[in-house]
């Protein structure tokens, strides 16, 4: 159902699209500030993601991303803790699935530091919770997941390509921004209560 949930505001489909890559782009303009690093790392590689299995993956992991961890795992917590609780509940459960994989470094990014991928994904996790709060698109969600997987192969964001300094700050970066947004946005309370009983009234809902 939410898969077929397209009509909702057209800054939605802006924000799924341009999110990932905007937050790369901070961390690489403090990368230049504080390093002195070339601006030229700015430049997307896009070269990558023109590869077909590579656009493959990349839909693939985001289509299964989105159904099992935010349509069913997100939305069935958030019925029990907060939506913010929910996603960071799933944030840990599928870095701990990616963690047999980096640890062998095998299947993933290489040398993905533990710690700054937790981090990252528990960021992830809340953005796509937001995302979905607000509009209960899959599609919207879907979108959001592309571009995340995309951005971090066509910036220099991660470990082999930017150096794991860089890939900590993606996620520092990330997380902090998707806690400005619900904090100024909602939904809230983030911590404890439930929203189950008191629906809050989504962005969507007041654009209407």
């Known amino acids: 159902k939410p898969m077929l949930r397209w009509r909702i505001a057209p800054w939605w489909y802006l924000l799924a699209f341009t999110w990932a890559a ?25 070269s990558v993601v023109a590869i077909p299995a590579v656009a493959v993956t990349i839909f693939v992991g985001s289509f299964v991303g989105e159904i099992v961890w935010v349509s069913y795992a997100i939305r069935k917590l958030s019925a029990r803790f907060t939506p913010f609780i929910g996603s ?10 990616w963690m047999p994989m980096v640890l062998l470094n095998v299947g993933v990014f290489p040398d ?8 990252s994904m528990l960021g992830i996790a ?8 607000h509009t209960k698109s899959g599609i919207a969600v879907l979108i959001l997941q592309m571009m995340v997987n995309s951005s971090s192969v066509i910036f220099p964001v991660i470990p082999h390509t930017g150096g794991v300094g860089t890939f900590v700050a ?5 997380c902090s921004a998707v806690l400005l947004l619900y904090l100024r946005f909602g939904p ?21």
């Open 112 to 119: 993905l530091p533990p710690v700054a991928l937790l981090v």
């Open 126 to 133: 809340a953005m796509c919770s937001f995302v979905y709060h």
């Open 22 to 46: 905007t937050m790369c782009v901070i961390v690489l303009i403090g990368k230049i500030a504080f390093t002195g690093a070339p601006v030229s790392i700015l430049k997307p590689d896009l």
């Open 170 to 174: 993606y996620g520092i970066v990330y």
């Open 88 to 97: 960071q509940i799933v944030g840990t459960v599928w870095t701990l699935w």
């Open 188 to 208: 809230k309370p983030l911590f404890k209560g439930s929203t189950a009983a008191e629906p809050e009234i989504t962005l969507a809902e007041q654009a209407q």
